[in-house]
């Protein structure tokens, strides 16, 4: 059985726990899209993990993880995750990680065109600033540097050399910016290539070959479904496919042999960065979830913005991913609240909207149309059965059930990895 799991929201979904949860089945986990924009928190006992490019599953030591073609990797950020994870007494050997030769890399003038951009935009977007958007926008030009090509020092040279006489001009003209120093760069690069080698192989014919052998696979999204660069709400999206179908050109996996598309959606709504956000709380309101939820990010630290649960996106979501099952994640963020209310559906210049509407100027201008449930105001933090939830937890999630029209299977009440029930 191959799984996808993906965020039906804006990011931050709780899909790491998630994963965490579900590779304990699986012999591979992978990574398919996105880079070290994401930050997936595991919390073990009293130990944290914080994940970026590394699949989660890397805690459990039987299994191999996999940086897909789709990601775009920053190596030394991948350098530092992985001494990170050394220093927490995680070892981690090229048995346990493969690299796809034909990921696309950040590079420096990558992440300072990222930080640039944002600064000259009128319309800032509020990226991680890693990068990211340069990377694929590389990629797509032709113009891009893939893991492959830091093992090969002539054609590191001359697509480095090419990058630079073109970049160098731009970042001087436009952006009144100093040049980048080819030596420089390209004795970086050609170091983090020998560290990576280990680790660098054809990962779809690793994975596709492990299929063959029977071996069970899942994919973990990153970002979510309104940050995807073709459904979410662009311009304010990352560069790539988040939904679950950029799992398989993300992958090199055709779509037949995967099985089962897992969304994860939080029991409310965040979003970190620019954007509209119908449902985005009053101030007061979002502080108090803001700090009960922990709501900052765990690449940037920024606040991230809290809303209500709006049932119109996860429905969308729901139809792009193909879902099969729902985790509702962070329920207990929601404890102590007297009403929940859910968006059902847009006001918008007079008329109701049912659906997403696809054009982002009319959802920056939509008044949501909510339904309001009673709370249950009680810890649900120590229950580990469905039938033990307070009645008004269980009617928020049937209710979640029957608007959305997935069935929920996974329902994390805290943080730890045992506080969750499975249906
Ligand atoms: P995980 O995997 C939440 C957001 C940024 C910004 C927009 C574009 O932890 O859910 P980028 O740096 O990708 O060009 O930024 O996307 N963003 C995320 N928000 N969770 C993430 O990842 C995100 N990755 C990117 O805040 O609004
Ligand atoms: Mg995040």
């Not at 726990?17 to 880079?35: E, H």
């Not at 063959?212 to 970002?223: M, N, P, S, V, Y």
């Not at 307070?390 to 990895?417: C, D, H, Q, T, W």
Request: hydrophobic share 35%.
């Amino acid at each position: 059985m191959n799984i996808v799991v993906g965020g039906a929201q804006w990011g931050d979904e709780g899909k790491g726990k998630l994963i965490d949860i579900l590779s304990q089945k699986a012999d591979i986990t992978v990574r398919y899209q996105g880079g070290n924009n994401a930050g997936h928190t595991v919390v073990v006992g009293k130990t944290q993990y914080v994940f970026h490019l590394i699949p989660s599953a890397v805690l459990h030591k039987s299994k191999t993880c996999v940086i897909g073609n789709g990601v775009v990797i920053d190596p030394q950020a991948l350098l530092a995750e992985l001494e990170q994870l050394r220093a927490q007494k995680i070892v981690v050997t090229p048995q346990r990680l493969k690299i796809a030769a034909n990921a696309h890399v950040i590079m420096p003038y990558h992440r300072v065109l990222d930080g640039l951009r944002e600064k000259v935009r009128k319309n800032r977007i509020g990226t991680t600033g890693r990068g990211i958007g340069p990377c694929y926008a590389d990629k797509v030009t032709r113009c891009g540097i893939r893991m492959v090509d830091l093992l090969n020092p002539r054609i590191l040279r001359l697509k480095l050399e090419d990058n630079l006489r073109e970049k160098n001009e731009t970042f001087r003209l436009v952006y009144g910016h100093k040049p980048f120093h080819f030596s420089e760069i390209y004795k970086e690069y050609l170091q983090y290539g020998q560290r990576l080698k280990p680790f660098i192989c054809d990962t779809a014919l690793y994975l596709n070959q492990a299929i063959d052998r029977k071996k069970t696979i899942l994919f973990e999204g990153a970002q979510g479904t309104f940050l995807d660069i073709d459904f979410g709400t662009y311009p304010y999206v990352t560069s790539s496919n988040s939904i679950c179908a950029g799992a398989c050109a993300g992958a090199g996996i055709s779509p037949v042999k995967i099985h089962k598309s897992i969304s994860a959606v939080k029991a409310y709504t965040t979003r970190v960065g620019e954007g509209p956000f119908p449902t985005e709380f009053s101030r007061e309101l979002e502080e108090e979830i803001r700090s009960k939820g922990k709501e900052f990010g765990a690449t940037t630290g920024r606040p991230r913005r809290c809303g209500w649960f709006d049932s119109v996106l996860v429905r969308y979501a729901a139809m792009l991913n193909g879902s099969t099952e729902l985790a509702i994640m962070k329920l207990d963020v929601l404890d102590d609240l007297k009403m929940i209310k859910v968006c059902t559906g847009y006001q918008y210049k007079g008329k109701t909207l049912k659906e997403f509407p696809f054009d982002l100027e009319t959802f920056c201008n939509v008044e949501p149309i909510y339904v309001t449930l009673p709370g249950w105001q009680t810890p649900i933090s120590g229950i580990r059965s469905y039938g033990k939830l307070p009645v008004n937890a269980r009617r928020y999630i049937e209710y979640l059930e029957k608007i959305i029209g997935v069935k929920v299977k996974y329902i994390s009440i805290g943080s730890r990895r045992d506080e969750i029930i499975v249906r």
